[in-house]
């Protein structure tokens, strides 16, 4: 078996329900023996966190925010990603480019090509080896975002928002069918649990 850990990222709109899942997928890897490392994006460092407070809360033009997301993930990569899966940890993050495809693309409605051009340069051919994308209906994402806390800056958009961010999201499913997951968010806890232990099973 390869000493090298998986990384492993959990997507959707924002009120999809993907962080309540956080926690059960790094609970079941560490019940097989893992060493994991639970990280979000943007942030999984201190420099990342300091760029989160910016994207989430001032006001910037579409491409400065792009550009951030990246600076933040190739600081997250370098200091965080990389190293843990060299020593073996399986990393678990709550999203990565996925989002930056869904949200900067197709929420905001930068070309597809200038984000390729950006993962290419940070990534190098990086990927995560296994992405699940809680996807649910618009009116349910929005019903769950308005129970939530204070909305940030992405969570006040508009419906239409969200509607293109989740269609760009499943675009992605189906061009790469092999590493992106959907599952339906509308499920219970349980019935969701069960299809993620199913597929963290088939990575073992
Ligand atoms: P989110 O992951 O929803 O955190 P919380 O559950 O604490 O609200 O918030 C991160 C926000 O950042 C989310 O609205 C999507 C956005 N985002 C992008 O627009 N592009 C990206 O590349 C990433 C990683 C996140």
Same mark, same amino acid.
Request: no cysteine; glycine share 8%; aromatic share 14%.
């Given at each position: 078996?390869?000493?090298?850990?998986?990384?492993?990222? +959990?997507?959707?709109?924002?009120?999809?329900g993907k962080s309540t899942h956080l926690g059960f997928v790094a609970d079941w890897l560490r019940q097989q023996g893992r060493e994991v490392v639970v990280t979000r994006e943007p942030g999984g460092t201190p420099l990342g966190e300091t760029l989160r407070e910016l994207l989430l809360h001032r006001e910037m033009d579409a491409d400065t925010e792009l550009l951030l997301m990246f600076a933040a993930r190739r600081q997250h990569l370098a200091e965080l990603i +990389?190293?843990? +899966? $060299?020593?073996?940890?399986?990393?678990?993050?709550? /999203?990565?480019?996925?989002? =930056? #495809?869904? #949200?900067q693309c197709g929420g905001r409605g930068i070309a597809a090509e200038r984000i390729a051009a950006l993962e290419a340069w940070v990534q190098r051919g990086f990927a995560p080896d296994l992405t699940l994308l809680f996807d649910v209906p618009p009116e349910v994402a929005e019903a769950r975002r308005s129970a939530a806390r204070t909305a940030d800056r992405f969570e006040r958009e508009a419906? =239409?928002?969200? !509607?293109?961010? /989740? !269609?760009? #999201?499943?675009?992605? $499913?189906?061009?790469e069918p092999a590493r992106i997951h959907v599952l339906d968010a509308r499920q219970s806890i349980e019935a969701l649990r069960t299809e993620i232990g199913q597929l963290l099973q088939g990575l073992a």
């Open positions: 078996m390869s000493t090298q850990g998986r990384f492993i990222t +959990l997507e959707g709109v924002d009120g999809a +990389l190293p843990a +899966l $060299a020593r073996g940890a399986w990393v678990v993050s709550d /999203r990565f480019t996925d989002a =930056s #495809y869904a #949200y419906d =239409s928002f969200f !509607n293109r961010v /989740r !269609n760009a #999201y499943l675009d992605r $499913a189906r061009a």
